[in-house]
């Protein structure tokens, strides 16, 4: 019964949080335009020290931390482009917080393509990263803690979060109706409901892993399909592995294979247990 529990409390967290407004901040830039032909993003790299909120339309590298205490830390506004932080840390309104209510995000990427967040910290948020509608964005060496959500993408498409360390989040990466994500080589630990949960998102691989001391390491609800997880160490957690709740996996078509995991519901899916 705790088992499931902690499953529900998970799935509501995510339903919760998607429904949270935009912050103000977002939603009075023009985050989803696309730049005219005079404003197409250069191909090299600028080093900046951004201001909180500022739209993104080219290549950038922070040249200093960033610190949000009442604001959104930055939205893409182009296609195409990278964002490093070059080490740098974005710090958002609940950075020493114990509530967790803000409604910020610190970086926000909205329908928009082909856009790399690497090399840098995000706490203190809502959302680390939010990727609503956006199409092959790729999340490296990543530093998401102390949010409510590290990575979270909803409405999206062929996303890579990789080379990542995502920790003391109350859900560390969460998908809800999203397509062809790959989540591999991350380190995944204390993040109070889940490590990652998938809802409504299908085609998805989870491999090589490490989640741990979690609620639910790793969760997919009934809605999601053909899903492969395979090859990850998840350990530790309430319950390492949990398959919508228990349904048979031939329910939804996902694969469950080489996983080092004690905890399992159903049980059978772990090389441990």
Known sequence: ????????????????????????????????????????PSTQPLAISPSCGQVITQNVILTSNLNCAESDGLIVGASDIVVDLNGHTISGPDVDSDTKTSSKVGIMIPNMNNVVVQDGTIEGFQAGVLMTGSQNVEIKGIVAKNNQIGLFSTGASILNAHLSIIMNNQIGIAGHSTQQSTIENNILFQNTLAGVTLVNSDNSVITLNSITESGNGLYIDNQSNHNNVNFNNVLLNTIDVNNANGLPVNTNGNTYDQNNCMTANPSGICIGK
């Not at 998607?18 to 901040?25: A, D, E, K, N, R």
Request: aromatic share 4%; glycine share 0%.
């Open 1 to 40: 019964m705790a088992y499931m529990l902690a499953a529900i409390i998970s799935f509501s967290a995510v339903a919760a949080i998607t429904m949270q407004p935009i912050s103000l901040s977002a939603q009075t830039q023009p985050a989803q335009q696309q730049p005219t032909a005079q404003q197409q």
